[in-house]
């Protein structure tokens, strides 16, 4: 991530700022431009969206987004996947998908890019935690790891591709991003 202002700004004067690719996230009055993604990255969140899309958004349990930004407590940020509750998604007057969504997500997840801060990121993912986010993830592409965080418990950690991994919008439904990745299954 790289800091791109030394100016501190409101979370208000942020947002008028126009988008930058790749995206800018708002922390602690301070502008910081994630990474560009590169391959397994951008390999993992596809499949990853994709396969969660298929099981929960045609249920109507939830929904998951790439790169959507969400801006609460304080702060404005774009998690690598951002999954929502079905009635938590903000809606439009028409009843549509809202362009701004002011709640933290129900799951965060973050895939690590090859220069990027693991500390940085868990801070972002530990802060969701703090302001409802029922569980987050931080994929490790390059050790195929993943962390699991949930509020006030203890960090699990899973390094074995057949994994499954909790999710929290299914309790009962364990996944692994590996093996989506590598299988498209």
């Not at 298929?54 to 959507?68: V, Y």
């Not at 969504?101 to 801070?123: G, H, M, Y």
């Not at 009962?172 to 299954?185: C, D, E, M, Q």
Request: hydrophobic residues 40%; negative net charge; glycine residues 6%.
């Amino acid at each position: 991530m790289v800091k791109l202002s030394t100016k501190a700004l409101t979370l208000e004067e942020f947002l008028e700022l126009p988008e930058t690719k790749p995206a800018s996230e708002f922390v602690d009055g301070q502008i910081i431009q994630k990474p560009m993604p590169q391959g397994k990255h951008s390999a993992i969140q596809g499949e990853f969206v994709a396969f969660v899309n298929a099981g929960l958004k045609s249920q109507r349990i939830a929904r998951a987004f790439p790169e959507l930004r969400c801006t609460f407590g304080g702060r404005s940020t774009v998690p690598d996947v951002a999954v929502l509750a079905w009635n938590r998604i903000p809606r439009d007057g028409n009843g549509e998908i809202a362009n701004a969504f002011a709640i933290a997500p129900d799951w965060t997840i973050e895939i690590l890019s090859p220069d990027q801060s693991q500390t940085r990121v868990t801070k972002n993912i530990l802060y969701c935690l703090r302001h409802g986010t029922q569980m987050g993830w931080l994929i490790d592409p390059d050790e195929q790891t993943v962390f699991v965080h949930r509020p006030k418990q203890e960090t699990e950690v899973f390094d074995q591709p057949e994994d499954a991994y909790p999710c929290p919008l299914l309790p009962a439904i364990y996944l692994s991003p590996f093996r989506i990745y590598l299988t498209g299954f």
